[in-house]
């Protein structure tokens, strides 16, 4: 038997299936009337404000504090005596001959340590700060701020939003009153 034979009919099947109005499509009433989820009434007022705060982008970093003044510091010149010694001595070998280069290598040491000496005294500062500790600073705030803090009063309750614009001396609210699942509070 051939399988062409076989198709032909399935497909005239489904095709009077699929054309009819009913065919697996059924129309959706939504949830029983106790499942159904009601709307809370909302209307809208006007609360006065109460006071509105620019907020600006910010960031941390961190700075160099110092407590008192900068105090006198007695400088090593350790380092620049003997690279001058050194190069001095350097200098003064490829100068002479014989005992002549002995003292001008000895004459150059000497005359270079005095310069290093020097040069290492006069660079650098002179004092140094006091009591210096690493603090986090806060900065920011150069541009326009990116919102405002709004207190605000409605009905004798003081409320707070941050909003993107300033609302003015006016701000408009949606109220909306709903009961809760909790059981009632008695006072005795």
């Given at each position: 038997?051939?399988?062409?034979?076989?198709?032909?009919?399935?497909?005239?099947?489904?095709?009077?299936?699929?054309?009819?109005?009913?065919?697996?499509?059924?129309?959706?009433?939504?949830?029983?009337?106790?499942?159904?989820?009601q709307r809370p009434p909302v209307?809208?007022?006007?609360?006065?404000?109460?006071?509105?705060?620019?907020?600006?982008?910010?960031?941390?970093?961190?700075?160099?504090?110092?407590?008192?003044?900068?105090?006198?510091?007695?400088?090593?010149?350790?380092?620049?005596?003997?690279?001058?010694?050194?190069?001095?001595?350097?200098?003064?070998?490829?100068?002479?001959?014989?005992?002549?280069?002995?003292?001008?290598?000895?004459?150059?040491?000497?005359?270079?340590?005095?310069?290093?000496?020097?040069?290492?005294?006069?660079?650098?500062?002179?004092?140094?700060?006091?009591?210096?500790?690493?603090?986090?600073?806060?900065?920011?705030?150069?541009?326009?701020?990116?919102?405002?803090?709004?207190?605000?009063?409605?009905?004798?309750?003081?409320y707070t939003a941050r909003m993107?614009?300033?609302?003015?001396?006016?701000?408009?609210?949606?109220?909306?009153?709903?009961?809760?699942?909790?059981?009632?509070?008695?006072?005795?």
């Amino acid at each position: 038997m051939k399988t062409s034979f076989l198709l032909a009919p399935l497909a005239m099947a489904m095709a009077v299936v699929a054309s009819s109005p009913d065919a697996g499509a059924q129309a959706y009433d939504g949830p029983p009337p106790q499942y159904a989820q009601q709307r809370p009434p909302v209307s809208f007022g006007y609360a006065n404000v109460l006071r509105v705060t620019p907020v600006y982008d910010t960031y941390m970093t961190t700075e160099q504090q110092c407590d008192g003044p900068p105090q006198p510091v007695r400088k090593d010149t350790t380092g620049g005596t003997v690279l001058g010694a050194i190069i001095g001595g350097a200098l003064g070998n490829t100068v002479g001959k014989g005992d002549g280069r002995k003292a001008a290598t000895i004459g150059g040491a000497v005359i270079g340590g005095a310069i290093g000496h020097d040069v290492a005294r006069n660079s650098g500062p002179d004092y140094v700060p006091s009591g210096c500790r690493m603090v986090q600073v806060q900065r920011g705030g150069d541009g326009p701020p990116i919102g405002f803090d709004v207190e605000y009063d409605y009905k004798g309750d003081v409320y707070t939003a941050r909003m993107p614009y300033d609302p003015g001396n006016r701000i408009r609210v949606r109220v909306s009153v709903v009961p809760t699942d909790e059981p009632p509070r008695y006072r005795r």
